[in-house]
């Protein structure tokens, strides 16, 4: 008796959306849609640097929020959502709205 071994076609990698935008302070922040990592960043290009390391350089998964953005997930994540639906810039010059 004969098995045929049926290969499962490869996952595709999701690349995790990041927010970055400032603070109430007017830090630079980065932090993953669902707050599962992030950071506090001196100026934008960092953040950006940041956030692309993180997502596997997917620049079309970082969205610049003109909003506050919290490094604490709760309020931040309904700004961030919120923000997806109006004007987002994309780091390479792109607009997703």
Sequence with gaps: ???????????????????VGRDRHGNWV????????????VNRAQAF????????DHP??????SREIELD???????AENEMFGATHRPDGGSTG
């Excluded at 980065?30 to 960043?41: L, M």
């Excluded at 079309?60 to 929020?65: A, K, L, P, R, Y």
């Design 73 to 79: 997930g709760s309020a931040s994540r309904q700004l």
């Design 1 to 19: 008796m004969m098995m045929k071994l049926v290969q499962r076609p490869p996952r595709r990698h999701i690349a995790p959306i990041v927010f």
């Design 49 to 56: 640097k940041y956030a692309l390391a993180k997502n596997g």
């Design 60 to 65: 079309e998964s970082v969205i610049e929020v």
């Design 30 to 41: 980065a932090r993953e849609q669902n707050g599962i990592f992030g950071g506090i960043f």
